[in-house]
């Protein structure tokens, strides 16, 4: 055999045991990524709301610094969890406070979890789901007198106003309390998609803007 023949030889084996670039990764912390917190997974969500699907997006990415922010509409974009996330930090005590807030969450799907054995992510989505308000009001100006309107609520805001009314909630259930925020978090998630408005802010604050609506039709 020649020196030639043999190269070639040795770089068909070397080619031979690379991987193609576009299979997917069979390692471990290849698996453990493709989960959120390295334990959840996002794959099998069930969506009951047509109208929001689309403007939930779950992914195991729960961090992805900002890429999206000078972008318009591009929020609906980023996963679920993580603009749950930024809900929470939009408070006092965890203003900037990306690394807390997300510690907040993975500890409150914990303990979802533990109380519901079920996928915190799904409760998530279904909490969501059932605090997003359909309706609202708008003030219209006829001749300066200001006459209150019911509009319906775009399927964009309906999520952000769900995930408004689960961080009040949480704010409003640790301040002068003794209640951490993830247990608050656990609660008003799991109280949420029960739909339980005796137990769950967000519920109750959905069917208050939908009973002023109601009224101003």
Known sequence: MSGEEAEAESDADVAADEPEPDAPAASEAAN????????????????????????????????????????????????????????????????????????????????????????????????????????????????GISVPKAVDVAPQRRVDQALLFISDGVASATYKSSTSAADALANELIAAADYDANASYSISQKEERERVAAAAR
Request: glycine share 4%; net charge neutral.
């Open 32 to 143: 453990e990524n493709a989960q959120l917190f390295g334990v959840w997974d996002v794959t099998e969500i069930a969506y009951e709301d047509p109208s929001t699907k689309r403007y939930m997006t779950v992914t195991p990415i729960a961090h992805t610094m900002g890429r999206h922010a000078s972008k318009q509409f591009k929020k609906s974009e980023i996963s679920l969890v993580e603009r749950l996330i930024n809900r929470l930090m939009q408070t006092d005590e965890n203003t900037g406070k990306k690394q807390q807030a997300t510690r907040i969450v993975r500890d409150a799907f914990d303990i979802v979890h533990e109380r519901t054995e079920e996928n915190p992510v799904q409760i998530l989505v279904t909490a969501v789901e059932n605090a997003a308000p359909r309706e609202e009001t708008v003030r219209l100006k006829y001749g």
